[in-house]
């Protein structure tokens, strides 16, 4: 796309060529095409549709697979109300945790062939898939295994039970993380599950489908169904289902909100966000650029706690301005399955459209664009790693959660006006602040809106820590205790 730089050319980064140190792709078997995970089995849908899901890092398709039409949820939910009646509310939870561990375990014991597929299906990188998606999935199932037997001393004196049929809907950023984070939780809290993969990533909710049969859980406990948004509405709007979990855009949030108005569903939303990175004179600059590439670009921008804004102390701006821009030359944008490979590709086309889209915007309304200079492949979804400068609260690309490797660059003079920028958005998910003084991080974490705060680093997670939104943001808590206040009811309710 066309760009223009604000004239600060960086300083000519010195690059190491390396060889191509692709990770073997065989260790995944893929059929031409899944049916839909109803009862403990794949069965054909329904709806007799099937539909392609694309590698994005060269437009080959992987496999085909099922579209799940009304007869086809009506069909997943009765299988999931039969396992929740018959079998699984009736286990003692010291029974529903040997499932999880063992689960947990096999995740653990295929985690390269998981890694890989995540990575293929998806177009991260390698690196990030096997370092973080699938041991924070285990993780995950652990840590819920511990928790299943032990949950009458989760809620201070407070007996919980299970809802009953959890509906489940989960975006393509972290397709198997997501996973976890929902049926982890609801499993060791007794619910059963019908859960929707996002239809440009389902491979590895369908590989997943292969370890609960290996760990012999239960048929219909867990029930993956394929589809689209429409599959994700007859979900939402099925009589049968006791809760509905999603993750996603605040767009779809909202129309599920409404949907869900006036019955007796519970419901939780983790949804989109527009992080501020915060970086005051006073922090290691060239530990909080590491920190801000990590936040915004290793992940391709796909993640919803990006650090997409990145306030900066005025006293500092072209020390830090000029680090960046040396730091993106750096980046290594390519094959995902390479392990060397920093920025992956963009999941879908409608993905690629919609971050040059905002980042035209940015141009139109005067903000300087910076991109890493790298080759990108021929085929494929990229967008260079892309810094914007000049920007105001204003500006479109300040505002609106772009969901791509771009960060939108803000200055601010006092610690009140970066509390003012930071919290000037309708959402509050995350948010970064560089100090080396512990004095200001506290007074200021509190001062921010914004369900996860990270210091002197970003995007860390942890089962045991609870993940979340404000605003805009969604509301309910995924991880930890409070993630678990999410699949019972207590006592008296
Ligand atoms: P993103 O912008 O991250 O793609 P979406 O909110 O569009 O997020 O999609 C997240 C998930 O929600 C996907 O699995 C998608 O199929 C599903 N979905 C989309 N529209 C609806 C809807 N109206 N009701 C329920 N689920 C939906």
Known sequence: MASRTNGQSAQKAVRWEYAPAPEARQIVKLQPRYGLFINGEFVEPLSGQYFPTLNPANEEVLAEVAYAGAED?????????????????????????????RIARILQERSREFAVLESLDGGKPIRESRDVDIPLASAHFFYHAGWADKLEYAFAGRKPRPLGVAGQIIPWNFPLLMLAWKIAPALACGNTVVLKPA????????????????????????????????????????????????????EVGKKIQKAVAGTRKKLTLELGGKAANIIFEDADIDQAIEGIINGIY?????????????????????????????????????????????????????????????????????????????????????????????????HTVAREEIFGPVLAVLTFRTPDEAVEIANNTRYGLSAGVWTSKGSRYLAFASKLKAGVIWCNTYNKFDPASPFGGYKESGFGREGGVHGLRAYVALEGE
Not at 216 to 243: C, F, R, S, Y
Not at 346 to 351: C, G, H, R, T, V
């Open 73 to 101: 949820v009506d069909r997943a939910v009765r299988a999931a109300r039969r396992a929740y009646e018959e079998v699984w509310s009736k286990l003692p939870g010291k029974e529903r945790a040997k499932y999880l561990f």
């Open 199 to 250: 239809e440009t990533t389902p491979l590895t909710a369908l590989l997943m489908c292969e370890v609960f049969q290996q760990a012999e859980l239960p048929p219909g406990v867990v029930n993956i169904i394929t589809g689209d948004g429409q599959t994700g509405a007859l979900l939402v709007q099925h009589p049968d289902v006791d809760k509905i979990a999603f993750t996603g855009s605040t």
């Open 298 to 394: 290793f992940n391709q921008g796909h993640v919803c706690c990006a650090g997409s804004r990145l306030l900066v102390q005025e006293s500092i701006y072209p020390i830090v301005i000029r680090k960046l821009q040396r730091r993106i030359q750096l980046l290594r944008v390519g094959d995902p399955l390479d392990k060397n490979t920093d920025v992956g590709a963009i999941n879908s086309l409608m993905q690629l459209r919609k971050i040059e889209h905002y980042v035209r915007i940015g141009l139109e309304e005067g903000a300087q664009v910076f991109q890493c200079e790298c080759e990108l492949p021929s085929k494929g979804y990229w967008f260079r790693p892309t810094v914007l400068t000049g920007v105001s609260m204003a």
